[in-house]
């Protein structure tokens, strides 16, 4: 069975700090994710990598960077967190189109 | 880049009804449209999807119709039960290439 894995499911922070959000998938995928899902808004890409060590911007990269430093593990980091990240994040891998979700971290800043 | 708008926002139908779950899409070379579906605590799944060769698809209470000339596609659920009730979102893509362009998601709510 396909299994995306993130690793905190809730999260709160403080403005200023440095958040990471790790994702691990099980299939040996060669693309991953990094969605934001807010109400009303739908899903929104942040950053993909479509290889180790590969990366692409998103719709929304801003505020945010990312690792993969192995297959298998996609990390989103944010690099001094603001009240406005306040989201549901949604780690996922493809095969053949179809896209394998985690079932995310909500994260809260205050 | 790609716009897909999704409507409507929220559904409520009672038990054994059907609904549907319309989207339009802006770029003429998206090829590629899925539905996920998002229960409540879960990341979404994908229940069925399309390609612009074909019209319709169907999987058991679950059909999806693509209008490529109009640029729009919409997910039809027969027979309702409370198990549909979650948060459905339409996608457009060039197939494999990507980048998914999510609608803002249906919460459909069904009555027993």
């Known amino acids: 069975d396909v299994k995306v894995t993130q690793s905190s499911r809730y999260l709160v922070k403080r403005t200023g700090e440095k958040v990471f959000l790790e994702c691990v998938q099980d299939?040996?995928?060669?693309?991953m994710f990094w969605y934001r899902q807010d109400p009303g808004l739908g899903l929104r890409l942040i950053y993909f990598?479509?290889?180790?060590?590969?990366?692409e911007k998103g719709d929304i990269p801003e505020g945010y960077s990312v690792s993969r430093e192995k297959k298998e593990r996609f990390s989103l980091i944010l690099e001094s967190a603001s009240t406005n990240q306040t989201s549901m994040y949604l780690c996922?891998?493809?095969?053949?189109?179809?896209?394998?979700f985690g079932e995310g971290s909500r994260l809260t800043v205050l | 880049g790609e716009n897909v708008e999704q409507h409507p926002s929220t559904l409520s139908v009672q038990e054994g009804d059907s609904a549907v779950i319309k989207c339009t899409y802006s770029?003429?070379?998206?090829?590629?449209f899925p539905w996920y579906k998002q229960e409540l605590g879960k990341g979404p799944q994908l229940i069925i999807d399309?390609?612009?060769?074909?019209g319709e698809k169907k999987d058991q209470r679950i059909a999806v119709t693509l209008n490529k000339t109009a640029k729009h596609f919409s997910l039809h659920i027969t027979e309702t039960q409370p198990e549909d009730s979650a948060v459905y979102f339409c996608?457009?893509?060039?197939?494999?290439?990507?980048?998914?362009?999510f609608g803002s998601g249906t919460k459909l709510n069904v009555k027993p």
């Open positions: 996922a891998s493809t095969l053949a189109g179809e896209l394998f």
């Open positions: 299939m040996d995928h060669e693309n």
């Open positions: 990598s479509y290889d180790v060590k590969m990366k």
């Open positions: 770029d003429s070379a998206s090829n590629y």
């Open positions: 399309i390609r612009s060769n074909v």
């Open positions: 996608a457009a893509d060039v197939y494999n290439f990507n980048k998914f362009y």
